[in-house]
């Protein structure tokens, strides 16, 4: 096993390295090494993908097969599953009857969840409003969820006209487009620089085989 | 080559370098990192889990390996394999759920390399899930493992989108808490919003850092303060050469 993790590693730093200098260095032969590697990574990517469906499937059966709680909506699962994956394999992606399953139940139930979505964040808008004591674990200084609330109301009487008053003069020509172009904008800068070296250093400690998401640990024993 | 990408290059040449030899450097000494709330309570939630016999649920996101969001799924992956070396004691293994068959296989290998090293022959495969492909049914997958499974404590690390207020929603009213990072804004505000425990920016990656503090963790986390400091340095000298006009 030992064997096999190093074994691994090094594919993964090779391959990693070559897609890597690939990306930056334009050389054709080394373009054509890279653009194969990421073509039998998207196939395999397709292969796990039904692997996964595998996943779902068998854990939902485990389910009905235990009769365990929410049964019956495994059961409406697999049978769903299953008469799509087939029509789907039978008459193609682009047929009427495929692209009405996706519209008449995929879509709506998912713009459904989206409508949820109002009603879930304006809770948990008023939970930032409850005293420390009543928020559970919540650690955050009232001060800061306190800017938090001012700033998201400020941006929807700005968005929104109101009633009989229309577009309010200075909070939608002023306040709003300052708070959104110049506070919120920098501040979403900063995260995404701060995501990009996250990002960056993740992909570094892999290559080097530090963080390996695949295989077991050669450093942490094991069998 | 052109500028942007000789520079993409030299800063990831840089990088490599930096943390190679802060790694090297810092081999021997102790790792001081400043205090993180989420992480600290992370701690705790995992010692009381197996205390209790109750069960973590680790969410890895919908984000897939062939998407510019796989480093978030693979930090998430990383959280995984860590805390589920850290739970192998305890008589439920945490639960993992994510959007993509690549992630799935991976974080079933996550669970089964931890209960290997722990020389454990409790492995289950379905404690790795793929609960749905698109970002709301990968939500409606992931509801019912929150409040049917004996869950404790939710991890949500991945990349994740507004859908995430579903999760949390879901595990506040199962009383249950939050330790929540996404690389999604929109998610990140949702998240400060309605998580008990948001990581905002690249809190996110510095997970297995804090979970497991090895000298490459470390030095990946300096290598970031340094790169931060730098591109603060190019912004402001770049802001006034246009104030200049040089620019």
Redesign the interface.
């Known amino acids: 096993?030992k064997l096999k993790g190093l074994f691994s590693t090094a594919i993964a730093i090779t391959t990693g390295l070559i897609v890597?200098v690939g990306y930056?260095?334009?050389l054709p032969p080394l373009l054509d090494l890279r653009i194969a590697i990421l073509n039998w990574?998207?196939i395999?990517?397709a292969?796990?993908?039904?692997?996964?469906?595998f996943?779902?499937l068998?854990?939902h059966a485990?389910k009905l097969r235990n009769k365990?709680?929410?049964g019956i909506?495994s059961l409406i699962l697999i049978l769903s599953l299953l008469v799509t994956l087939i029509l789907g394999l039978w008459l193609g992606p682009d047929q009427p009857v495929m692209a009405s399953i996706f519209n008449a139940v995929?879509l709506p139930?998912?713009a459904s969840?989206?409508a949820?979505?109002a009603v879930?964040?304006t809770?948990?808008?008023i939970?930032?409003l409850r005293p420390a004591q009543y928020a559970?674990?919540?650690?955050?200084t009232n001060l800061i969820s306190a800017i938090?609330l001012v700033t998201a109301l400020l941006i929807l009487l700005g968005t929104a006209p109101l009633p009989f008053v229309g577009y309010v003069p200075i909070l939608s020509d002023l306040i709003r487009p300052f708070i959104a172009q110049v506070l919120a904008a920098a501040g979403?800068r900063?995260?995404?620089?701060?995501?990009a070296?996250?990002?960056?250093?993740?992909?570094?400690?892999?290559?080097?085989g530090?963080?390996r998401?695949?295989?077991?640990?050669p450093s942490?024993?094991?069998? | 080559?052109n500028w942007v990408?000789?520079a993409?290059?030299g800063?990831?040449i840089l990088?490599?370098i930096l943390?190679?030899g802060l790694?090297f450097l810092r081999r021997n000494s102790t790792p001081v990192f400043r205090e993180i709330?989420a992480f600290a309570?992370l701690r705790k939630a995992i010692g009381l889990s197996v205390e209790e016999g109750s069960r973590l649920h680790i969410s890895l996101g919908r984000g897939?390996?062939?998407t510019p969001q796989s480093?978030?799924e693979?930090?998430g992956?990383?959280v995984l394999?860590r805390i589920a070396?850290l739970t192998s004691a305890s008589d439920r293994p945490p639960v993992a759920t994510s959007g993509?068959?690549?992630v799935?296989?991976?974080s079933?290998?996550?669970l089964l390399?931890s209960e290997?090293?722990?020389?454990s022959t409790g492995y289950d495969?379905?404690a790795?899930?793929?609960?749905g492909?698109?970002?709301?049914?990968y939500?409606?997958?992931a509801l019912?493992v929150i409040q049917?499974e004996n869950v404790s404590a939710n991890v949500l690390i991945g990349s994740f989108g507004?859908?995430v207020?579903?999760l949390?929603?879901t595990a506040?009213r199962g009383?249950t808490?939050t330790m929540a990072g996404s690389?999604n804004?929109s998610a990140?505000a949702?998240l400060?919003?309605?998580a008990?425990?948001p990581l905002?920016?690249?809190e996110?990656?510095?997970a297995?850092a804090y979970l497991k503090a090895?000298p490459?963790?470390t030095a990946?986390?300096v290598?970031?303060d340094i790169?931060?400091w730098l591109?603060v340095i190019v912004i402001l000298v770049s802001a006034i050469l246009k104030l200049a006009g040089v620019l």
Do not use: W
């Not at chain 1, 559970?136 to 955050?140: K, V």
């Not at chain 1, 998401?213 to 640990?217: N, V």
């Open positions: 096993m890597l930056f260095v334009i990574f998207i395999l990517a292969v796990a993908l039904f692997v996964g469906l996943n779902l068998s854990v485990n365990e709680k929410g909506y995929q139930a998912e969840l989206m949820l979505l879930t964040l809770y948990a808008c939970r930032l559970g674990l919540r650690s955050r938090f979403a900063g995260i995404l620089i701060g995501v070296l996250g990002s960056l250093t993740t992909g570094l400690r892999i290559l080097f530090a963080d998401p695949y295989g077991s640990d942490r024993g094991g069998k | 080559m990408g000789l993409g290059f800063l990831v990088s490599a943390m190679a790694a709330t309570r897939g390996l062939t480093a978030a693979l930090a992956v990383e394999r070396e993509d068959g690549a799935t296989i991976l079933q290998d996550a390399a290997q090293a722990a020389f495969p379905a790795a899930r793929l609960t492909l698109t970002p709301f049914s939500a409606a997958g019912p049917d507004v859908e207020a579903l949390t929603d506040e009383n808490s690389d804004l990140q949702i400060y919003a309605s008990q425990d905002i920016g690249e996110l990656y510095a297995g090895r490459f963790h990946s986390l290598v970031q790169l931060r591109i």
